[in-house]
C-alpha cells in the first residue's frame, strides 16, 4: 500500500514510527506574549506540534509573529492554524502557518462554494509546500452527509473520502485525516472503516487520533486512552492528541506515556483471562506502575480495546503504585473504565471541549461545579461548551449543554433547543439544574440517552 508522508514543518507523518504527541493552546491568540510563553511551555513538555485557533486574519497575523519569536528562540515545533467558518482565513493562514486544520462541516456555505474554494485552497498549498488537516468532527458534518448517512460513523468516513477525492482531482495528497467524536465507538468504528477504504484503494494517508470533548480528570484521560488504543493496537494512527479540559500543559504527559507504549509494544502483555460462573469473561492483571496516571493509561491500553471490542466484560486488576495519594480508588476506575469502554453507565456522561482562544470564561472551573452538582443524574449526557460558534454543533448528541456565549453570558441547550439564551454566567449552572429537574420531574420530556 501507498503511504503518504506528510511534511509538517520540520517534522513528518506518515513515515512509521512512533506517533507524534500534539496538543492545542488555550490562549486567546491575539494575546501574543500568553500564546508565546505558552508554545514555548508546551514545547518544552514534549509537544511535537502545537495548534492555536484563528478566527480571523488578525488571529492568523498573531501566530506569523508567535512563530517568529519562536524561531528566534531556536524553537521548531510546527504551528497549525485551526479555522473554521471561512475558506478567506484558511487561505491566510496557509501562508504564515506549518499545516491549516479545516472542518469540512463549516468551510463553505454550500457545497459547490466548498468544492470551488477548496480547490483554491489546495492549489495554493501545492504552491507552498504546506499540508492540510481534513478534521471532521462527528458533532459538525455538514448537512449534504448527515441527509445522506445520517450523523454516523460512515457518514464521517464518507465525508473524509470526499474531501480526499476533491484534493486529488487537484492533484494534491498533503492531507492529514481525523474523525473525532466524543463517543469512543462512534470514533473507532468511523477511523476503522476509513483505513479500510485506505486499504481497499491502496492508499494511505497519515491518521489524527483523539477523542474530542472527552472532559478532564481521570475519567477524560480513560476515554481517551481507551479510543486511541483501539486504533493505536492495529497499527492505525500517526499522531494523537489528548483533549482534556485543562491546562494544554497536563495532555502532554499522558499522550507521550501511551505514544510510548505502543511504540515500544508494552500493550497486552502479561493479561490473563477467565470465564466466571455467570459467563462472564474477565480480563485480569497485576500492575507495578510509578503513579496512578500511568497506572490508569496502562490499563486502559490494556483493557480498553478488549472492552470495547467486546472481547472482554470486565476486569479484575490489583495494582502497586509507588506514588500514590491513597485517595484514588481502583472500584471507582473499574466503573470509569467500563463507561469509557461503553459497557455499564453507572454516571453521567460528560462532554467538555478543552477550551481554546474562544473561550471566555473559567471552563476548567465551570465544568468542575456542574459535575459536582449533576453527579446524580446517572445516565444523562451533559455538555459544558468554551463558545457558542462551535460548541452547540460539536456537543452533538448531549442532553444538556451549558454553553459559554461570550463575556459573562450563557446559553442552555435541551439537546439542540435553546431554553435559556444568553443569561448571566452566575445564574447558568442554578437553570441547568433546574431545567434538568423539571424536565425529571415531567415523564414526557426524558433525554434522549434514557
Ligand atoms: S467548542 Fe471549545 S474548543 Fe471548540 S472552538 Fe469553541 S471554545 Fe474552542
Given at each position: 500500500m501507498e503511504r503518504i508522508v506528510v511534511k509538517v514543518g520540520n517534522v513528518a507523518l506518515g513515515s512509521g514510527g512512533r506517533c507524534l504527541v500534539q496538543t492545542m493552546c488555550n490562549t486567546p491568540t491575539q494575546n501574543i506574549s500568553e500564546s508565546l510563553g505558552q508554545c514555548t511551555k508546551l514545547s518544552a513538555a514534549g509537544a511535537e506540534i502545537i495548534r492555536l485557533t484563528t478566527q480571523g486574519k488578525k488571529e492568523v497575523e498573531a501566530l506569523g509573529i508567535i512563530k517568529k519569536k519562536l524561531l528566534e528562540k531556536g524553537i521548531l515545533t510546527p504551528l497549525v492554524a485551526d479555522v473554521h467558518f471561512s475558506s478567506e482565513v484558511a487561505v491566510a493562514a496557509a501562508k504564515v502557518a506549518d499545516k491549516v486544520r479545516i472542518n469540512p462541516g463549516n468551510f463553505a456555505k454550500d457545497h459547490q462554494r466548498a468544492v470551488k474554494e477548496f480547490s483554491a485552497l489546495t492549489a495554493l498549498c501545492r504552491d507552498l509546500g504546506k499540508p492540510l488537516r481534513i478534521g471532521i468532527n462527528h458533532g459538525s458534518l455538514g448537512e449534504e452527509i448527515t441527509s445522506k448517512y445520517g450523523d454516523t460513523s460512515w457518514g464521517m468516513k464518507e465525508a473524509a473520502m470526499e474531501w480526499i477525492d476533491m484534493a486529488s482531482a487537484s492533484g494534491f495528497d498533503q492531507l492529514v485525516i481525523s474523525l473525532k467524536s466524543s463517543n469512543v465507538l462512534v470514533m473507532v468504528s468511523a477511523y476503522r472503516m476509513l483505513y479500510e477504504e485506505f486499504v481497499k484503494r491502496g492508499r494511505c494517508y497519515p491518521l489524527h487520533l483523539g477523542i474530542t470533548e472527552a472532559g478532564n480528570s481521570d475519567t477524560g484521560r480513560i476515554k481517551s486512552a481507551v479510543g486511541i488504543a483501539s486504533l493505536l493496537k492495529d497499527g492505525i494512527g500517526d499522531t494523537i492528541r489528548m483533549s482534556?479540559?485543562?491546562?494544554?500543559?497536563?495532555?502532554i504527559a499522558p499522550a507521550s506515556f501511551i505514544a510510548d507504549y505502543f511504540y515500544n509494544d508494552?500493550?497486552?502483555?502479561?493479561l490473563s483471562f477467565r470465564t466466571d460462573n455467570t459467563g462472564k469473561r474477565i480480563g485480569s492483571k497485576h500492575y507495578e506502575c510509578k503513579n496512578w496516571e500511568e497506572f490508569i493509561l496502562s490499563v486502559s491500553c490494556d483493557f480498553g480495546p478488549l472492552l470495547l471490542d467486546r472481547e472482554i466484560d470486565d476486569v479484575d486488576i490489583s495494582a502497586q503504585i509507588h506514588d500514590c495519594s491513597g485517595q484514588n480508588n481502583l472500584e471507582n476506575f473499574r466503573t470509569d473504565l467500563l463507561q469509557a469502554s461503553r459497557r455499564v453507565f453507572s454516571k453521567p456522561e460528560y462532554i467538555a471541549c478543552p477550551g481554546?482562544?474562544?473561550?471566555?470564561?473559567?471552563l476548567e472551573q465551570v465544568f468542575e461545579e456542574v459535575k459536582r452538582r449533576t453527579s446524580h443524574f446517572k445516565g444523562y449526557k451533559i455538555a459544558v461548551m468554551g463558545c457558542i460558534v462551535n460548541g452547540p454543533g460539536e456537543m452533538a448528541d448531549a442532553d444538556y449543554g451549558y454553553v459559554g456565549e461570550g463575556k459573562n453570558r450563557v446559553s442552555i441547550y435541551r439537546g439542540k433547543e435553546i431554553v435559556f439564551r444568553g443569561i448571566p454566567e452566575q445564574e447558568a449552572i442554578d437553570k441547568l439544574l433546574s431545567l434538568i429537574g423539571e424536565d425529571a420531574r415531567n415523564k414526557d420530556v426524558l433525554p434522549n440517552s434514557l
Open positions: 482534556l479540559t485543562e491546562d494544554p500543559f497536563n495532555e508494552l500493550n497486552a502483555k502479561g481554546c482562544g474562544r473561550t471566555l470564561f473559567n
